[in-house]
């Protein structure tokens, strides 16, 4: 088979380049006319504002469709997420370092608690009622103002010992730090089926995960398994929280909380510790999912 | 140095134990195969297959997705460094791109050994033998098997099978141009003229070829010892050319490429200056790159070449250069032989001339009848004729054979006879046998004519029959009288005119004319113990009886009028080009339409018109009949002037040399010329056109080995149907094409939003590959099962200059609306599946940031719900799967209206093509699979879709199909119009 191989050289190939951009004879640009340029622009501007209408009009069909008080689906949100405050992530997740004698390393997280802890103050929770029941609080009309339903306070004071009245730097100095677990909010979740969830923080014992616990758990020092002070008392959440009923119905909601506060850290060793919240309907056992009804951290408080 | 050419014969035999009349014994010849080794070439060295394997990883798209890999193996090794939380995915990333490279490279290569496979097997199944003497036999041999001291005996277009000093020769005259690349032929004789034995004209060298004549010559070296062997230059194979196909598709990769590069590019200066980590950057780069390139169209284009190739084979087109399918379909010229490929290759009895009236006899390939009239005595006294003064027979064996198919003893015209007569008359052995021949002069030169004697097969009538044919003219001298209607009646000079006129009319017809007489000779003067002796010619040889003429024409296929009626509406022009007389040319040429019945040569204008043909008007002319020696004085201008101002040309009396000459002329014109060939002088020509094509049966081995395709049934209409899928193939490839590019924007655009509007990733790269490679890889195949919209063959060849595969018109289509409805049509699936879950599009916009961010494990959605990472991570998957599966659901709708390009899906009908719906479902299952199969695998990102998003782009998909049919509408309907310059690909 013959070769059809046209060689060219670079010179040729800017000319022709050149004579394509702009051919004096044919008058042609970029191998049109101006007038064909001009055609061919107003049809794809006329096909862009068609095809922009259509997908103005398939999102606004889309927001007419959609429930504006809860989604459609809550697919990924089977059990809540668990967070904890101070939040500092290291490389491999939480990791509260501190120096007990260095105030530099722990005003940082006693900042963050304190900033989490104005969407509490009293002044920040007063479109709230006082709740008293311990029972679900459902609400199936809207009897808050504005068509909204009406939210529980929660109040940093719940908090006593780790509300940071009484403390202000909530026990670091001390090396009995406190901290604080929230739960995510899930539309009409229903945590704990009746009873109230509550929080329970342990060392994880883990060869490879934790060390430092083991070696702990291995001398047999039993006698010195985590000892955690919650708050309000028993590291629950009350059930008149839930329902969460979303933005829209409820605009001034705010997450229960449940303060922990370790009494018995040892030094200059890194710990890990797992809060688990256990309740009816919330899982913690998910591989993919660390932060699913439950926060893992690690704390090192050294001196 | 061997100094064989100075021995004399005897010294030779005694050198090589061997005999000149008996040749070697088998024993002898199998020890000394033994020793030697068989008569073959080793293998060159060829590339190393690593080498080769190494290529393909390189080609094409390769170079893209290995910057691809080595960038995600950069920005893992960076963020191990840094030590982030989940750096192994692009480490998985870069794995899955170079295997995506490998796995190609591995397909590519596969294929291209597969293809060489078949040419070799094409090789072995045509193996080269040679005619050996061996204990005192002739007998066939491959070629390998010879060994040092074989006689063998070589003629006209053999290759010759080993190095031989020739021992006799007749006229011989070989072609040394595989050894000296001169293809001049040189003579050879005995006759030592030369100190080198490279020089000397006593010796033939392997694997040059024989042109003409015979010889005979004792083997001196075979194998890897012969002069050729020595010649280790012989291993540098054919240089690396370009097919027009493998043109178009580097065109196409550039193209592609370039937008890739220059996408990807634009958007990483767009993303560092909107202060996106130089990382992240990288990696947004590698998913443009992998959006952008089609990975699975380079194996797609290679598997619909060879599904094509396969569907020619099938009908007796092998092609042994996959590319050459496609060279064939925008062929623009063909230059083929009159002998074998138009016509039948066997001369047949075409015309009868008796009581002074001409007969057609029919001369299709499978005759079994004549429909003539056969009730005129003289007809029974010709027939009688033909039947006897006839040494052809039939060989033994084949009585149930068709007639025509019968393999017959003896020259062509008494083979034409023959048959004839076996068709009208039945068993002619039989009548033979009872009308013994008693003398015979056969036809010799001199004479012109043959003449037998015989018995008659009537018990009563004992006079001798004499029958006798030859050329007209001398068998008319020999007469004095005629029959018409049976009846003797004197030869008159009105009836010699008659004679005269249709003598005149046949030959006009380029038909070979025999005349027949005969003669009852008187029993008294010859009685049945009359000792006839041809050597005296004790019989009467004048005065005979006329009785008929016969005319032979070696007839066109009956197939090929209507191949050429075809190539002619297929703007495809048909050079004849023959060794053949003018007038034999021209007949042929007209009765297959090369020159059409109303289109007239300067000679026949001349003649009508009456006017010396210098006078005549060349212009008006539409038809040439270029004779060699006319050729032989053309300046290359004439010849340029012929080949433009006639539509329908035939060259006859032309050289092998002067076929190259032609070709040359054709290419100068910027035609694609295909050349048919079958001698061994024929490949220069072969080699020089653009594409080759050897004839299967009567094609040499020079001419297989130069050609890129082989006609199997040497049928020219096979060739007509070659172009046809090579046209075909062509258009079946730009839809694969624009099938792939479409969705490349809708692989696309996600990287490109992502970066701008910062939304959370709508679709991953390794879901891309997905797409790519999985869903798509079928479908793009089985467009090559597309039949032809109607007008295939009714249109010009490609401008190979100017109709690119891919053209601007195309990829514009394809990228800029197609593909923009698509994503569209994805987005709005992306948009439905978050606002469903919580996220509505306008909390989406500049998230990324924090939606991305381990550290965020109660990311608030439209709702106020809070989402761990994991849960963010989840939901970007479904999205991805959403993205995926809308895709997917257009690509069916984007396949369905890539079956047309210019036709309604409805004229077309949407269920001829099967492969499409195997296609469609492939399509869809495979994505099934990935979904709810694969669909909890964490690695592949997809997740179980809820049902009801599958349908989310349908109205998409449906806009996709009106769309382009208004498109196909008004392309059809104002042709030629703003539209159809734009809109038509």
Redesign the interface.
Known sequence: MATLNEKKTCSERMENFRRFVWNPETKLFMGRTLINWVWISLYYLAFYVVMSGLFALSIYSLMRTVNPYEPDYQDQLKSPGVTLRPDVYGDRGLQIYYNVSDNKTWEGLVTTLRTFLTAYTPAAQRPNINCTSDTYFIQDTFDGPNKTKLSCKFISDMLQNCSGITDPTFGFPEGKPCFIIKMNRIIKFFPGNGTAPRVDCTYVVSVRANRAAFLLYKQGDETRPLEVDYYPVNGTFNLHYFPYYGKKSQPSYSNPLVAVKFLNITRNVELKIVCKIIGAGITFDNVHDPYEGKVEFKLKIED | IQDDHKLSTSELEEKYGTSISKGLSSARAAEILARDGPNSLTPPKATPEIVKFLKQMVGGFSILLWIGAVFSWISFGIQLAQ???SPFDNLYLGVVLALVVILTGIFAYYQEAKSTNIMASFSKMIPQQALVIRDAEKKELPADQLVVGDIVEIKGGDRIPADIRLIFTQGCKVDNSSLTGESEPQSRSCDFTHDNPLETRNIAFYSTTCVEGTATGIVINTGDRTIIGRIASLASGVGN????IA?EIEHFVYLVAGVAVSIGVLFFIISVSMRYKILDSIIFLIGIIVANVPEGLLATVTVSLSLTAKRMAKKNCLVK?LE?VE?LGSTSIICSDKTGTLTQNRMTVAHLWFDNQIYSADTSEDQTTQPFDQSSPSWTALSKIVTLCNRAEFRPGQENLPIMKRVVVGDASETALLKFAEVILGDVMNIRARNKKVAEIPFNSTNKFQLSIHETDDPNDKRFLLVMKGAPERILERCSTIMINGKEEPLDSEKAEAFQTAYMELGGMGERVLGFCHLYLPENEFPDTYQFDTDSMNFPTSNLCFVGLLSMIDPPRSTVPDAVSKCRSAGIKVIMVTGDHPITAKAIAKSVGIISATSETVEDIAKRLNIPVEQVNRREATAAVVNGMELKDMSLQQLDDILCNHSEIVFARTSPQQKLIIVEGC?RQGAVVAVTGDGVNDSPAL??????IAMGIAGSDAAKNAA?MVLLDDNFASIVTGVEEGRLIFDNLKKTIAYTLTKNIAELCPFLIYIIASIPMPIGTITILFIDLGTDIIPSVALAYEKAESDIMNRRPRN?RKDRLVN?QLAVYSY??IG??QS?GA??TY??VY????F??STLLGVRVDWEN??I??F?????????????M??QW?GYTAFFVSITIQQVADLIIRKTRRNSIFQQGLFRNKVIWVGIFSQIGIALILTYGLGHV?ALNFTPL?FQYWFVAVPFAI?IWVYDEVRKLFIRRYPGS?WDK?MYY
């Open positions: 030590g982030a939380e050319e370009k097919t027009p043109i250069n050459a060279t290419q080699k020089k056109a653009d594409i080759g890129d190979k601007e800029l609306q923009i409805m569209v987005f709005v948009f439905t606002a469903e879950q919580g509505l599009p381990n550290a494990n109660d608030e959605d439209s709702y106020g719900q809070e989402w761990t990472k994991y849960q963010r989840y939901l479904t964490t809820r806009l703003w734009n």
